[in-house]
């Protein structure tokens, strides 16, 4: 059961654009929820997140827009960059019996094309 | 201490040996994950460590798979009798708290591959 969702495997976009990267989840009971860029050989890296209470959340190039009734949640990059090129990760997170777990999506992997 | 280390980086091994990752998380955090990753998957839980104690083990982690989390500061994977199947990126994340939520800060991951 995929409680988290990114259902597009790939994205390409040419440099100085918008990328949207979409995520859908099932579970109400997630609060909080990050983005988590990867490259390859290497462990994610922080991104940006948004509380359930929220529902965007803007860092520099990066924002998160949450949508709470659709259980959907996208990050917009913009201007996008050749160095943004990497597999990115949806996560969502709930306290469950004492115990923060997070729940990581597959990942889509964003071209960004100079 | 700068961020969440790994060892060995990466692993080659022949089936059926052992194989032990080690993690070194953030020095003040006292939450510890572990999390495997295969080709076209996200991360995917298999253990959970607050302080020394294992809270919770996934239903990945079958009884070859052992984790331990001693004074509650660096955390061990062994993996025992390797399979093919357990090829994977071995992923290790950590996070203040209890209390809190908030982002995992992982390492750089432990990739072993079983011949």
């Known amino acids: 059961d995929q409680q988290v969702k990114q259902n597009s495997p790939s994205l390409s976009v040419q440099e100085g654009r918008i990328s949207i990267l979409n995520c859908d989840y099932t579970n109400s009971m997630f609060d909080y929820f990050l983005w988590y860029k990867k490259y390859p050989a290497e462990g994610p890296t922080f991104l940006i997140s948004?509380?359930?209470?929220?529902d965007k959340n803007e860092d520099g190039r990066f924002t998160v827009f949450l949508n709470k009734s659709a259980k959907h949640l996208s990050l917009h990059i913009v201007p996008s960059q050749p160095g943004d090129s990497a597999v990115y990760f949806c996560a969502a997170s709930y306290l469950n019996s004492g115990t923060y777990k997070y729940i990581f999506g597959t990942g889509t992997r964003l071209k960004v094309l100079a | 201490d700068t961020g969440v280390s790994q060892d060995p980086r990466h692993k080659i091994t022949k089936r059926g040996q052992n194989v032990t990752f080690r993690c070194d998380p953030i020095?003040?955090?006292?939450?510890l994950y572990w999390y495997r990753q295969t080709l076209g998957q996200g991360p995917e839980f298999l253990t959970y460590?607050?302080?020394?104690?294992?809270?919770?083990k996934s239903r990945l982690l079958s009884d070859r798979f052992s984790a331990e989390r001693p004074k509650g500061s660096f955390s061990t994977l062994e993996i025992q009798r390797t399979e093919q199947g357990d090829s994977a990126m071995y992923l290790c994340?950590?996070?203040?708290?209890?209390?809190?939520?908030?982002?995992?800060?992982f390492g750089e991951g432990s990739r072993l591959t079983v011949l």
């Open positions: 020095s003040e955090h006292n939450r």
């Open positions: 994340a950590s996070a203040p708290g209890p209390g809190v939520t908030g982002e995992l800060f």
């Open positions: 460590f607050q302080n020394e104690a294992q809270l919770e």
């Open positions: 948004i509380s359930s209470i929220k």
